[in-house]
């Protein structure tokens, strides 16, 4: 599957973006799905994630409240509505999927992601 992630661009603190990811090549319903972020100078982290259905959804502590996930299968799209934006919100941001089914715990970490999108930047000035 081929992802690609947009939506990204220059906002003010306290402001909105919302971020697309848009998956060709095979159906989005067969794959977990996670947004992710890497700052510079930091690693990349776990933002949010998805379940295949979109029943099941993770959020970091930073972002809880402010971020909402979400996904639309018929369109093979991921999306990451981002609201109350702040500096440290800083980031390129990356989509990406996991084929292998959740169990009773949600797939936070870089490894068990299989497919990447390119990363949108998003930069929130104070």
């Known amino acids: 599957v081929q992802l690609q992630a947009s939506g990204g661009g220059l906002v003010q603190a306290g402001g909105s973006l919302r971020l697309s990811c848009a998956a060709s090549?095979?159906?989005?319903?067969?794959?977990?799905m996670g947004w992710f972020r890497q700052a510079p100078g930091k690693e990349r982290e776990i933002v949010s994630a998805i379940s295949r259905s979109g029943g099941i959804k993770y959020y970091a502590d930073s972002v809880k409240g402010r971020f909402t996930i979400s996904r639309d299968n018929d369109k093979n799209t991921v999306y990451i509505q981002m609201n109350s934006l702040q500096p440290e919100d800083t980031a390129v941001y990356y989509c990406?999927?996991?084929?292998?089914?959740?169990?009773?715990?949600?797939?936070?970490?870089?490894?068990?992601?299989?497919?990447w999108g390119q990363g949108t930047q998003v930069t929130v000035s104070s």
């Open positions: 090549g095979r159906t989005l319903s067969s794959y977990n």
């Open positions: 990406a999927a996991d084929q292998t089914p959740w169990g009773i715990r949600v797939r936070t970490t870089t490894s068990q992601y299989d497919y």
